[in-house]
């Protein structure tokens, strides 16, 4: 795959995994946020706290999982820590960790609060 089509296929799945949650009541708060610390793809509104989204497009969901590294969930961490900071409580605000895994069908799995 070239890297455009690489993106676009990213930002396809993306937006698939965005209107799953919207239809599940979820409103997008932000989408690829950036910090300091890395990115984080799709951060999501729930209630007083937000959903912090990794996603990951692969042709079957064991491959799509097995691209998020260690050293991802690392910036992923720092960047949700750094947006949570922009939060009105801060450090204080709730969040919870989901990993939206989409195949090459297009198929999703979410796996909910992933880093419990």
């Given at each position: 795959m070239s890297g455009k089509t690489s993106y676009l296929a990213g930002m396809a799945a993306e937006d698939s995994v965005a209107a799953d949650?919207?239809?599940r009541g979820h409103r997008v708060a932000a989408r690829r946020w950036r910090g300091s610390r890395g990115e984080l793809d799709l951060v999501l509104e729930d209630g007083d706290g937000f959903i912090v989204v990794e996603v990951k497009k692969a042709r079957d969901f064991a491959r799509a999982a097995a691209r998020l590294t260690r050293a991802q969930l690392a910036r992923i961490y720092g960047a949700a820590s750094e947006f949570a900071a922009t939060a009105p409580k801060g450090q204080l605000t709730d969040l919870r960790f989901d990993v939206a895994l989409?195949?090459?069908?297009?198929?999703?799995e979410i796996l909910e609060n992933a880093w419990a």
């Open positions: 949650y919207a239809r989409v195949d090459g069908a297009g198929r999703l």
